[in-house]
């Protein structure tokens, strides 16, 4: 009956179609695809629940799953169901291994065609999902959907534990493995235990050494996308991150948090031992070595140790000679950025700091507490071979090299080796003949400031137009001794 109504609604098409005088006549076939996309349109299948229509009986029952909750298709390895056998094929491929997608840029293989598209985007540098908010784009639909919290600051999914509040439902399911203890995803090179499927994934590539991830400016390869990115604001100068405080700018989410704190006093960061507090997380892993004893950073030149790698760092200009902070008023140089401050002072001629007992005044406060310690009679730093006693650290720390004969400065002319860096510079002048120190009334220099000093007091004796025979006597005495003290050994500072 189906069959005959069929042909009778078919040659009413070709009757229709029938060719006009001087027309082009249509062939069967097409005439059967015209008729049959009509009949389709004609009995589309409503779906009861939704009102969504499908032109097939197939996708109307597929489509009903989503309502009944049907799952037909059950994985025989582990038991999970699937609404269509299409979503179970892909499945399949987590037992048996199969990866058919590849990677014609860094040959990395895709169990789904969905997945190696978006792997392809990060080659590509294709974002096609961008926020209507801040023009922001995404790889994804979910990260733009991740994303959009940040406006809309909805956090509706709560934890029943500890009442923090998240935008995602998936978050929240991540958070509550803090309070349970589970991390069910493990790496079976090193047995560490991660929370996240994707946390472990990103763990695994510091085993495998693999570095998706390559620099569009320089060659460099990055085995995270979000170090790519925070690499690639070097190039492009890029500061998204504004201090709410004021106008300073990072190129880093963290660093603008560590930076605000310093506006706000915060120092969430608490040392077990001795209290203390820091503003971030760093610092106080350094200053735990203080406790612990531990110093993992060598010198390959001379293998002292130090607790931070920045002391080291500033150690190795000792052996390099390397002074990269210079002085704009008079070029001289120095080691580290903070001797610099402190000889700026010199310039400025700024003593706020007074001592209450004397008066004396002082260019930095750390020079008026050193000050103090005369008054006070303290001196807490001692040597324990000598006992002899300081008031400052490194005035002990450079006694301390009298008993263990360590010379860590060496002449880049000879290889005579001088445990002071002040000694070291006066002898060096010996090669260069540099002589820094100029008496401002007869123009005469000299390779150390004290030998100046001593010049100077044949000026302080002299008369202007008269010379007595008292001021000649004192002028020769004070050459004689000026010529003997010339083969004197340097002083040490």
């Not at 190039?235 to 405080?245: A, D, L, M, N, V």
């Not at 948090?257 to 960061?269: A, S």
């Not at 004397?358 to 930095?364: A, D, I």
């Amino acid at each position: 009956m189906e069959e005959s109504e069929e042909s009778e609604e078919l040659s009413e098409v070709e009757e229709e179609h029938h060719v006009k005088p001087g027309g082009k006549p249509l062939s069967r076939s097409k005439t059967k695809n015209k008729f049959l996309k009509k009949r389709r349109a004609k009995k589309s299948f409503t779906c009861t629940q939704c009102g969504k229509s499908l032109s097939s009986k197939q996708s109307f029952e597929q489509h009903m799953r989503l309502h009944t909750g049907d799952k037909p298709f059950t994985c025989d390895q582990c038991g999970k169901s699937f609404t269509i056998k299409h979503n179970l094929d892909v499945h399949m491929r987590v037992h048996t291994g199969e990866k058919p997608f590849k990677c014609d840029q860094c040959g990395k293989d895709f169990s789904q065609s969905s997945h190696h598209k978006l792997h392809m985007r990060i080659h590509t540098g294709e974002k096609p999902f961008s926020c209507d908010q801040c023009s922001k784009t995404f790889v994804c639909a979910s990260h733009l959907k991740s994303h959009l919290a940040v406006h809309t600051k909805e956090k509706p999914h709560s934890c029943s534990v500890c009442g923090k509040s998240f935008s995602l439902l998936q978050t929240l399911h991540d958070h509550q493995k803090t309070h349970t203890g589970v991390r069910e995803y493990m790496c079976f090179e090193c047995e560490k235990t991660f929370t996240r499927a994707d946390s472990l994934k990103q763990h695994q590539r510091i085993h495998t050494g693999e570095k998706p991830y390559k620099c569009s400016h320089c060659d460099k390869r990055f085995s995270q996308s979000s170090t790519l990115k925070t690499h690639e604001r070097i190039h492009t100068g890029e500061k998204p991150y504004k201090c709410s405080h004021c106008d300073k700018r990072f190129n880093q989410s963290a660093d603008k948090k560590t930076h605000e704190r310093i506006h706000t006093g915060e120092k969430p960061f608490p040392c077990d031992q001795c209290g203390k507090s820091f503003s971030n997380k760093n610092n106080l892993n350094g200053h735990m070595r203080i406790h612990t004893g531990e110093k993992p950073f060598m010198c390959d030149q001379c293998e002292k140790r130090f607790s931070n790698k920045q002391h080291l760092e500033r150690h190795m200009r000792v052996h390099t000679g390397e002074k990269p902070f210079t002085c704009d008023q008079c070029d001289k140089t120095f080691v580290c950025a903070s001797n610099l401050k402190t000889h700026l002072a010199v310039h400025m001629k700024e003593k706020p700091h007074s001592c209450s007992v004397c008066g004396k005044s002082f260019s930095q406060l750390q020079h008026l507490y050193t000050h103090e310690k005369t008054h006070t009679g303290v001196r807490e730093y001692m040597c324990f071979e000598c006992e002899k006693t300081f008031t400052r650290a490194d005035s002990l720390k450079q006694h301390q090299r009298i008993h263990t004969g360590e010379k860590p400065y060496k002449c880049s002319h000879c290889d005579k080796r001088f445990s002071y860096s002040s000694n070291l510079k006066k002898h060096e002048m010996n090669h260069t003949g540099e002589k820094p120190h100029t008496c401002d009334q007869c123009g005469k220099s000299f390779s150390v400031k004290i030998r100046l000093k001593r010049h100077m007091k044949i000026h302080a004796v002299e008369k202007p137009h008269h010379r007595s025979q008292r001021s000649r006597t004192a002028r020769k005495h004070l050459e004689g001794e000026d010529r003997e003290n010339a083969s004197d050994p340097e002083p040490a500072e």
